[in-house]
Structure formats: structure tokens, C-alpha cells
């Protein structure tokens, strides 16, 4: 079965601080890839996506994303946090088949001292 | 355009009482899903619609029936609540209709207590 493993739970940084989230998934197909967050009181977010091309993604708010096939993984990436950047974040994969749900990791905390 | 609503934005129920969480999208989408959200499991698919008048179950539809009443609406159905479904419930809707997956937007969310 497919699955999205994200190993930071919790994660604490200062501003200015470089941020990567690592996520790994488990599927040897092609496969649709998503970072969200969720900001405190807030619903989901889109922050990037990748269907197909240049493995590097960049999203909103200065994050970056990319796709290492060999490796299975989609990490997340910001040079230098601030402390709006204080949330949650879900890395998510979807099947290329006409199954259109995704799968969520369990979630990293990130919290982002001033 | 409001995107996605859900009503009501918190609940609290007994053990064995029963009620339906709303959920609406005017962004004219095909598809749209159910998941619950609990501390440290992140997201769970619970029921998605592909397009109208259909719907499948997804990771843990157990204990929920869903109805996809027309495009706009799809709601989620506790028959008999239970303390595990004590949770965040949160509505998602995507364009659907295309060969790839494609990007999901989410409702503000449902935080409901069974006691």
C-alpha cells in the first residue's frame, strides 16, 4: 500500500534559520506529489506541487521542493525561515491512476523562534 | 466565491447519537473528499466522490456513510457516534476530470467531541 513518511515531528528553529523537511513515500509507480500547511487556526494550504518535470519546485512563500526519484523522497526547503513560517506542514502523494485521493504524512511541527 | 464551507465549526455529541457534517464547494468542482485529522496520523481519507452521484470508501470509512446530494454538496454521516471519532473533520473538493491527480482545497474544518 502507499504510503508518506515524514521522520521530523517537531521541528524548532530561529529566524533566518534554513529550513529542510524530509518526505519519503513508498510507491514504485508515478506519483504526484504535494507539500500543504496549515497555519495556526487555519485550514490546508497549497504550498507546491509536482506532476512531472524539473524536480525542483518552487512554491509560495519562498519554499522549494525537490524530487529525488532514486531516493523516493520530495523534501521541503526554505534558505532562511521566518516567524510566520510558524506551522504545520503535510507532505501528501497521489497515484497517477484515476484514484484522485491523497495520501498525507502524519504532519511536521515547525516552530520558529523570533 | 467562498471556496469550501463546512458547517458546523465545532460539535460536541454523546456516545450513540448521530449527525451529518455539511460541506459545500462553489468552485464548480467534480470531485470531493472527507478526511479526519488526529494528532501525529495526519490526514485520513474517510470518503471521496469522483464526480456526482458517485462515492467510495477510503482509508477508515468505517462508522460513516456519505451522500453526495448534488455537485456542490457532499456530507458525512456519523450514525452512531463513538469516542474514536472524536476528531478534525475536514471537507476537500478538487476540479477532478483529468488524467492526473490534481490539487485538493480544503474547508476550514469540523473539530467534533464524542463524550
Known amino acids: 500500500a502507499q504510503s508518506v513518511s515524514q521522520h521530523n515531528h517537531h521541528v524548532i528553529l530561529s529566524e533566518a534559520a534554513s529550513l529542510e523537511l524530509g518526505c519519503n513515500y513508498s510507491y514504485g509507480g508515478t506519483v504526484n506529489l504535494f507539500w500543504y500547511v496549515q497555519y495556526p487556526g487555519q485550514h490546508l494550504q497549497l504550498l507546491l506541487k509536482y506532476f512531472s518535470g524539473d524536480p525542483l519546485v518552487k512554491g509560495i512563500k519562498g519554499f522549494e521542493a525537490e524530487f529525488i526519484k532514486s531516493k523516493f523522497s520530495f523534501n521541503l526547503r526554505k534558505p532562511s525561515v521566518q516567524w510566520s513560517d510558524t506551522a504545520e506542514y503535510f507532505c501528501a502523494a497521489a497515484l497517477n491512476t484515476g484514484r484522485r485521493a491523497l495520501t498525507f504524512g502524519s504532519g511536521t511541527r515547525l516552530q520558529v523562534q523570533p | 466565491n467562498a471556496g469550501v464551507t463546512q458547517t458546523p465549526k465545532f460539535q460536541v455529541l454523546k456516545t450513540g447519537q448521530s449527525m451529518t457534517l455539511q460541506c459545500a464547494q462553489d468552485?464548480?468542482?467534480?470531485?470531493m473528499y472527507w478526511y479526519r485529522q488526529d494528532p501525529g496520523m495526519g490526514l485520513r481519507l474517510i470518503y471521496y466522490?469522483?464526480?456526482?452521484?458517485?462515492?467510495d470508501k477510503g482509508e477508515v470509512p468505517n462508522g460513516y456513510n456519505v451522500s453526495r446530494l448534488n455537485k456542490r454538496e457532499f456530507s458525512l454521516r456519523l450514525e452512531s457516534a463513538a469516542p474514536s471519532q472524536t476528531s478534525v473533520y475536514f471537507c476537500?473538493?478538487?476540479?477532478?476530470?483529468?488524467?492526473?491527480?490534481?490539487?485538493?482545497?480544503f474547508g476550514p474544518g469540523t473539530r467534533l467531541t464524542v463524550l
Open positions: 476537500a473538493s478538487s476540479a477532478g476530470g483529468g488524467v492526473h491527480p490534481d490539487t485538493q482545497y
Open positions: 468552485m464548480n468542482h467534480n470531485s
Open positions: 466522490s469522483a464526480s456526482e452521484g458517485t462515492t
